[in-house]
């Protein structure tokens, strides 16, 4: 099975390590995975901006980027939901694009997802011995409705305790360019998350998307706070090798 990674902007820029796991979790379940160069940021942040002309103009470049792909794998909902928001981009009268934005929707997949339900997998043999909490994003748990995969994977780690957070399912503030548009709001959002992360007594908060980590990681390290927060990749590949 060939699989194209889709390295999302965050992963590239500010945690490559969690590109690294996905592909050595995926090569060791028996895939080809490839990296296609020419791809760039999904239009996400310009969509959510009301530029819906200028994503326009990412979206065909990133079609194009994954043309040739058979499966594209992104450890990422957020970026994967708006790459199956592309074909909406396109009306009747670009019936082409339309229809290769739906094909490459069709095949693109969040990490968690695919090795569940597309490869089968759930028992990738980790072994963290940690007390984690999980935070679930909003685009992969509510738009894309992908809840059980990460359940599923984190159950089968070997000495992972898994505790209760509470509210787990609120925003954690950052939203994409809403953090930069409603800091404010934003600011009290990340405070509340980060506040029922340090009463839940876990030492370990892990995510399925970067940009969820980095905001919710941030105000922990501004309130002198040790827990440590990873991607949902970086805890699959423990204790593996």
């Not at 979790?25 to 200028?54: M, R, W």
């Not at 079609?63 to 994967?80: D, K, M, N």
């Amino acid at each position: 099975m060939k699989v194209s990674l889709f390295i999302t902007c965050l992963a590239d820029i500010f945690y490559p390590e969690v590109g690294k796991d996905v592909v050595e979790i995926l090569e060791d379940l028996g895939c080809e995975v490839d990296f296609p160069k020419n791809q760039t940021c999904c239009g996400q942040p310009a969509y959510n901006s009301g530029y819906h002309k200028e994503t326009k103009t990412a979206a065909k470049h990133m079609i194009e980027a994954f043309e040739g792909a058979e499966y594209a794998v992104a450890p990422s909902g957020s970026c994967v939901m708006m790459v199956h928001e592309f074909p909406a981009l396109f009306s009747e009268s670009e019936k082409e694009w339309q229809e290769k934005a739906a094909a490459l929707a069709n095949k693109t997949y969040e990490f968690t997802q695919f090795v569940v339900e597309v490869l089968g997998k759930e028992d990738l043999g980790a072994e963290l011995h940690r007390k984690a909490a999980v935070h679930t994003s909003c685009h992969m748990n509510r738009l894309m409705g992908i809840k059980e995969p990460p359940q599923r994977l984190l159950k089968h780690v070997k000495g992972l305790e898994v505790v209760p957070l509470s509210h787990s399912y609120d925003c954690c503030g950052f939203g994409g360019t809403f953090s930069v548009k409603m800091p404010e709001i934003s600011e009290e959002m990340v405070e509340e998350k980060t506040k029922h992360m340090m009463e839940s007594d876990a030492d370990l908060l892990i995510g399925m998307d970067c940009s969820c980590l980095m905001n919710i990681k941030g105000r922990l390290t501004r309130k002198g706070c040790s827990i440590e927060v990873k991607h949902i990749a970086q805890v699959l590949n423990e204790g593996r090798k």
